[in-house]
């Protein structure tokens, strides 16, 4: 739905009401012409007269819806709620878990937005991420993100181990010149080291620059792994892979959802796989919903991450469950990880968290 059809929605009440009221006054217009018999036309001329005011009344309420759109349904108006929302929290953090393959342990989590909005409901990430880039707000909803991350996760990021937080950041905030200082100023507010944090580069935009080496670079100098996300779907291609230097990719969910269907699909992953392998760069699987799937990855890279609602579907900070301990062996079956989020086992393949962000 559209940011007109979302907002412009309370707006028709009042026009409705503006349309009756404009009937009602023409009716009584009508009320008090007959009683008046100021000339001999007056049998005939109630009619029209009543039709004019009511006219009336439907124009004004067209006009006053249009202000209505303007108010709720203008760039402006969704700046304010965006703004507002992001103010009162209610635009929030939920995390699903990233999963070593090899161990089945929990090694770090996704940091996915949400927001529920007080009138009209859910709001899907993908659409509300659009609304911030239209409107101008982008930047701001990106560190309102990474702030009540780090907020939620600091205790386990502070911790000794590998436990890491991973944070969607599109083109444009690696563009910006500011980010970098702000990850690095909020790190080190919350304590957290900077290797503890993976950004992964959307594919929702494309660079503007032609080579963003030089961005990135900075990002992992100061200790940040940084990431191609839904590699395989969007505007990242092998040669990016190849020249920009980044810690690892993230596999778009297609690839993984069709290796029982399509032998191409498992002859493209089998290919990443081994070119990961050569790159030394590390591999998330995305889209993990079955065990047949998490058994293909294990089997032909143990040492890749996979993510998906066969590990738990993304839940608040307080309900991710911790690794087992002690620590279990490694295991073929990768069950036993299924558990670190409520609902873990409740999908199925083809089914995904329509309210996910990023999509894939």
């Known amino acids: 739905m559209?940011?007109?059809?979302?907002?412009?929605?309370?707006?028709?009440?009042?026009?409705?009401?503006?349309?009756?009221?404009?009937?009602?006054?023409?009716?009584?217009?009508?009320?008090?012409?007959?009683?008046?018999?100021?000339?001999?036309?007056?049998?005939?001329?109630?009619?029209?007269?009543?039709h004019w005011p009511a006219l009336l009344g439907a124009v004004?309420?067209?006009?006053?819806?249009?202000?209505?759109?303007?108010?709720?349904?203008?760039?402006?108006?969704?700046?304010r709620r965006l703004n507002r929302a992001m103010r009162r929290g209610h635009i929030h953090v939920v995390y699903q878990p990233l999963v070593e393959m090899s161990t089945g342990h929990m090694v770090g989590v996704e940091a996915l937005a949400?927001?529920?909005?007080?009138?009209?409901?859910?709001?899907?990430?993908?659409?509300?991420?659009?609304?911030?880039?239209?409107?101008?707000?982008?930047?701001?909803?990106?560190?309102?993100?990474?702030?009540?991350?780090?907020?939620?996760?600091?205790?386990r990021l502070r911790n000794p181990g590998d436990f890491y937080a991973s944070i969607n950041v599109t083109p444009r905030d690696i563009e910006d010149a500011s980010f970098v200082k702000f990850m690095v100023d909020t790190t080190r507010e919350f304590g957290i080291p900077p290797d503890r944090i993976v950004l992964e580069i959307t594919e929702s935009?494309?660079?503007?620059?032609?080579?963003?080496?030089?961005?990135?670079?900075q990002y992992l100098r100061v200790g940040f792994r940084v990431v191609i996300d839904d590699f395989g779907a969007g505007y990242a291609n092998l040669s990016n892979l190849l020249t920009w230097g980044v810690s690892g990719l993230k596999l778009d969910r297609t690839l993984i959802r069709w290796i029982s269907a399509n032998a191409w699909?498992?002859?493209?992953?089998?290919?990443?796989?081994?070119?990961?392998?050569?790159?030394?760069?590390?591999?998330?699987?995305?889209?993990?919903?079955?065990?047949e799937q998490a058994r293909y990855v294990l089997e032909r890279a143990p040492e890749a991450t996979g993510q998906g609602w066969l590990y738990g579907r993304p839940c608040r900070a307080d309900l991710l469950r911790a690794n087992p301990t002690p620590p279990a062996a490694p295991a073929p079956a990768p069950q036993a990880a299924a558990s670190f989020c409520p609902g873990a086992h409740a999908a199925t393949s083809g089914h995904r968290d329509p309210t996910a962000w990023p999509v894939g």
């Open 114 to 155: 949400r927001w529920t909005h007080e009138t009209l409901g859910v709001i899907p990430p993908d659409t509300f991420f659009a609304w911030a880039e239209s409107t101008g707000l982008g930047r701001k909803l990106t560190r309102h993100i990474v702030r009540a991350a780090f907020c939620d996760l600091q205790d």
């Open 60 to 79: 004004g309420g067209v006009l006053f819806s249009l202000l209505c759109y303007r108010w709720f349904g203008g760039p402006s108006a969704v700046r």
């Open 265 to 291: 699909a498992a002859t493209v992953l089998d290919t990443v796989f081994e070119m990961t392998r050569r790159l030394n760069i590390s591999v998330l699987v995305e889209g993990i919903e079955t065990e």
């Open 205 to 217: 935009l494309a660079f503007v620059v032609e080579d963003p080496r030089t961005l990135i670079a």
């Open 2 to 50: 559209t940011i007109p059809h979302r907002f412009l929605r309370p707006c028709l009440p009042y026009f409705l009401l503006l349309v009756l009221t404009g009937a009602i006054f023409g009716m009584a217009y009508d009320a008090i012409a007959s009683s008046s018999g100021e000339n001999s036309g007056a049998a005939e001329q109630p009619a029209r007269d009543v």
